[in-house]
């Protein structure tokens, strides 16, 4: 009687996971799994929102299936992630359009943003969210949690996780100290930090233990010769930000290299957000407005949100200032391309919709900028897929195309391996195993 009932459970098992019926099959395609390994032509079966079968091929005519795609001579990869984030609702539908089918938000109102990440809507892009980001005194941000103390920096972190809080955001004005304390809340409940740093160093933040290090943030005042000067500058928000964006051109090689060892002994990840400093360096350029992905940008977060006057005015930053900008980009890219290859992890995002960084455009750009700076475009799109997904600590639902995991894909007209601009020849993109674009 055991052994029958047993025998039953693997039979509906077996059932479960090969369906009779499937509601979605794309045939005969190229598969870029994400992780490096390449399908010359199979198969994807999917059902129930995720992938249940990946083999060989499919007669023209397949039974039972609601949806069938032709993706003959076209490549499936995963679908993109964007490890940094801020969603607005209008922001939504264009990760979807651009292949984005997931989404790290690092700082949003909890009210608006937790909710949304416990949905499980193939509508919008699956979020990680952290809620509000955690700063020190005099933050820049009037809706960050502002801790001054132990206590309430470790309160912080737990009101923040028991609210479903997949990430912490730490920020500029946190100490070394307070910083430590919030790591260590959060690893105690097993949830990674992501940093974006000021008056903490790299290399401080990374014998802290955080997760990852945003828009490089630290390691220009880790590798400078005059490291106070640039801790006084973070007294100010976009003055700390401009001090360290003029500081990257004026580095050392050796003292970068020494930062870079340090970060990836402890195992840190970067997401460098270099769509990000070419927007800002451009913000004074004629040709500014002639992006075709602007189309997509509603009138007036253009006119208001995205006004270059208003945000140059702000940060004193003058076409001499974001002239010297666009030397420090370059810069950053060959410490990307160097981390890399120190055995360091890459992992893409943007930081849209900051001013003219364009939601979902703006993560093919980042690509393409990691491929400008010497990565082979397979390591970049492993930076928005399998690493990725290891890193918003959804690598078994996430980041390859694989049997089991949701059926979030993206059918391209283009082999990414060859032209990572091929990324942008979107055919269809599917979201938990429906077609949403």
Do not use: C
């Not at 006084?232 to 580095?251: M, V």
């Not at 002994?265 to 800002?280: G, M, S």
């Amino acid at each position: 009687m055991v052994r029958g009932v047993v025998l039953l459970a693997i039979l509906l098992t077996m059932g479960a996971v090969s369906p009779d019926r499937f509601d979605l099959v794309i045939r005969d395609a190229r598969i870029v799994h994400g992780d490096g390994r390449v399908t010359s032509r199979a198969t994807i079966w999917i059902s129930a929102g995720r992938i249940v079968r990946i083999e060989g091929t499919a007669p023209a005519s397949v039974l039972q299936a609601g949806r069938v795609i032709d993706a003959a001579g076209r490549t499936v990869i995963p679908g993109l992630i964007d490890a940094h984030v801020h969603v607005e609702p209008w922001t939504l539908p264009l990760f979807l359009k651009y292949g984005i089918t997931t989404v790290r938000d690092v700082h949003n109102k909890p009210d608006y943003i937790l909710p949304l990440a416990a949905s499980e809507s193939p509508s919008q892009p699956r979020i990680i969210a952290a809620g509000a980001m955690i700063d020190g005194p005099g933050s820049f941000w009037k809706d960050a949690i502002v801790v001054n103390d132990f206590v309430a920096a470790r309160a912080a972190v737990r009101r923040q996780v028991e609210a479903g809080a997949g990430v912490i955001k730490v920020y500029t004005k946190l100490h070394p100290a307070l910083m430590a304390v919030v790591v260590q809340e959060a690893r105690a409940r097993g949830v990674p930090v992501a940093a974006h740093l000021g008056k903490t160093t790299a290399t401080e933040a990374a014998m802290i233990g955080v997760t990852s290090i945003e828009h490089l943030s630290g390691i220009a005042d880790a590798a400078s010769a005059e490291p106070q000067r640039l801790y006084k500058a973070h007294d100010d928000f976009l003055g700390g930000w401009t001090a360290f964006e003029l500081e990257w051109p004026s580095l050392k090689p050796a003292a970068l290299d020494r930062v870079a060892r340090a970060l990836v002994e402890r195992k840190v990840v970067l997401v460098p957000t270099l769509a990000l400093h070419e927007a800002v360096s451009r913000l004074a350029d004629s040709d500014l407005r002639q992006d075709p992905a602007l189309a997509d940008v509603p009138a007036d977060v253009l006119s208001r949100s995205w006004d270059p006057a208003d945000i140059m005015a702000r940060a004193h930053w003058t076409p001499q200032v974001l002239a010297a900008f666009k030397r420090t980009l370059p810069v950053l890219q060959r410490f990307v391309k160097s981390y890399r290859q120190l055995g360091g992890r890459i992992v893409a995002g943007t930081d849209t919709p900051q001013q003219f960084v364009v939601p979902g455009s703006s993560l093919h750009r980042e690509l393409e900028l990691y491929v400008a700076a010497g990565l082979t475009p397979a390591a970049a799109l492993k930076s928005a897929t399998a690493d990725a997904a290891e890193l918003l600590g959804i690598a078994d639902r996430a980041g390859t195309v694989d049997v089991g995991k949701d059926a979030d894909l993206v059918l391209l007209d283009g082999d990414p391996l060859t032209d990572i601009r091929a990324t942008r020849l979107i055919v269809v993109v599917i979201r938990g195993g429906v077609v949403v674009h």
